[in-house]
């Protein structure tokens, strides 16, 4: 029989609601709108199909496995990442109706009282935003290994969509009513705490293999650093052999080749030949960028050190410090410091920079200013990382306009 069904139709808009609002923030298909508006068409659809199946259960099942394949249709998401938030939003349905089926059944004259019902899903839908979305609804990919848990969600999820349905033939009992009520929302909250450690786990899952791919870019730099800095002390030697043999001939050109070769040649010897590239390398740059760098190192101090460890922990330091003078209008401040000194038993690293942005912190790091924050930063993390191989760790604080990194790492970890 063809009718209109308004119990499946709230359910549907409940779910939706909770469903919208954690994708909230994901990117969009194309023709986003006409792609919602068909989605939309054919859950109504189902809705005036609902008789022609037998069991209520098995009507739910399927729309919510349409709604998983709309919000693929609608998102750019892959199908796990579908399902991970469409399990989260019937999660949150779920809580929602418990809570509200508590209300009607123990608090004396809610039962009529729409305001009650639209309190209890409002306050449920802003808490989702602030709770959920804005912290993690953000290009975010469930990986392929992370699906099995989503099923015990799921399959959690369902069993109490089949317990409220069997409570339904008892609406008279109202102590079946409290433990089953009690019982969603225990299962639904367990099912989001799930989610959301599922989602941590792969944020730094994530983090880690960025991490290793930069290191291991690093140590590529490094190598092919190496081998500019033989063939430039090649053609520095050969140009000052060029030089003492022909001064007159090359006129004034000798004292700018001079002063060339004296940046190049700065006497930059800390004992460790992974620091001393990295110092060469950021010399150069700074003395071509009119930025002063000034550098205390005892190298010998990190000999326990993977070589390219060295090259990455240094040259995030000292990129993020000529990232941030660069950025001065005054020439006068655009000066880095660097040391590496023993305390007692540690070996500790000290970067000082001028700045000019108001900082705010998170989790211990200074939070992006750039325009995409969750693209960025992984030059500090990569450093922390670096810092906590070696059990070591990482503070960063900021004083006035100077920027301070300190590093203590144990010298025999």
């Known amino acids: 029989m063809i009718a209109f069904h308004l119990s499946p139709f709230v359910v549907l808009i409940e779910l939706l609601a909770s469903i919208g609002i954690l994708l909230l923030l994901q990117e969009k298909r194309p023709h986003f709108l006409l792609r919602v508006l068909l989605c939309g068409t054919i859950l109504v659809f189902m809705n005036f199909m609902w008789d022609l199946f037998v069991f209520d259960n098995l009507a739910y099942m399927l729309q919510f496995v349409v709604i998983v394949f709309a919000v693929l249709f609608c998102y750019k998401l892959n199908p796990i990442s579908a399902l991970y938030w469409s399990t989260a939003g019937l999660a949150i349905q779920h809580l929602s109706y418990s809570l509200l089926t508590l209300g009607i059944n123990y608090i004396p004259g809610i039962m009529t009282s729409l305001a009650y019902t639209i309190v209890i899903y409002i306050t449920i839908?802003?808490?989702?935003?602030?709770?959920?979305t804005r912290r993690f609804g953000k290009d975010f990919e469930l990986r392929d290994n992370q699906f099995k848990l989503t099923i015990v969600s799921l399959i959690a999820m369902f069993s109490c969509t089949l317990l409220n349905s069997y409570r339904m033939n008892y609406s008279s009992d109202s102590d079946l009513i409290f433990v089953t009520s009690i019982y969603s929302i225990i299962c639904?909250?367990?099912?989001?705490v799930l989610q959301l450690g599922l989602f941590e786990k792969t944020q730094m899952e994530m983090e880690m293999s960025v991490l290793e791919q930069i290191i291991a870019n690093d140590k590529q730099h490094y190598d092919d650093s190496m081998q500019n800095m033989e063939l430039l002390n090649m053609y520095c030697h050969d140009l000052k052999y060029f030089l003492r043999r022909n001064a007159d001939e090359v006129g004034s050109f000798k004292s700018q080749a001079e002063k060339f070769l004296s940046t190049f040649d700065a006497d930059i010897s800390t004992y460790n030949h992974a620091l001393d590239t990295i110092l060469t390398e950021k010399s150069l740059y700074c003395a071509n960028n009119d930025i002063e760098l000034t550098c205390m190192a005892d190298g010998q101090l990190l000999s326990y050190m993977d070589t390219a460890d060295i090259y990455a922990m240094f040259g995030n330091l000292?990129?993020?410090?000529?990232?941030?003078?660069?950025?001065?209008?005054?020439k006068d401040k655009r000066m880095i410091s660097l040391t590496v000194r023993r305390r007692n038993d540690f070996v500790h690293i000290l970067v000082d920079n001028y700045y000019d942005n108001t900082l705010s912190f998170h989790n211990g790091l200074p939070e992006s200013t750039k325009d995409q924050p969750h693209l960025h930063g992984y030059g500090l993390k990569s450093i922390k990382y670096l810092a906590e191989k070696y059990n070591g760790n990482l503070t960063i604080s900021a004083d006035d306009d100077v920027f301070h990194v300190n590093i203590l790492m144990p010298i025999n970890p």
Do not use: G
Not at 188 to 192: D, E, P
């Open 125 to 132: 839908l802003v808490c989702e935003y602030f709770l959920i």
């Open 188 to 192: 639904s909250l367990l099912a989001l």
């Open 318 to 330: 000292l990129s993020n410090a000529i990232e941030a003078v660069s950025a001065l209008e005054n």
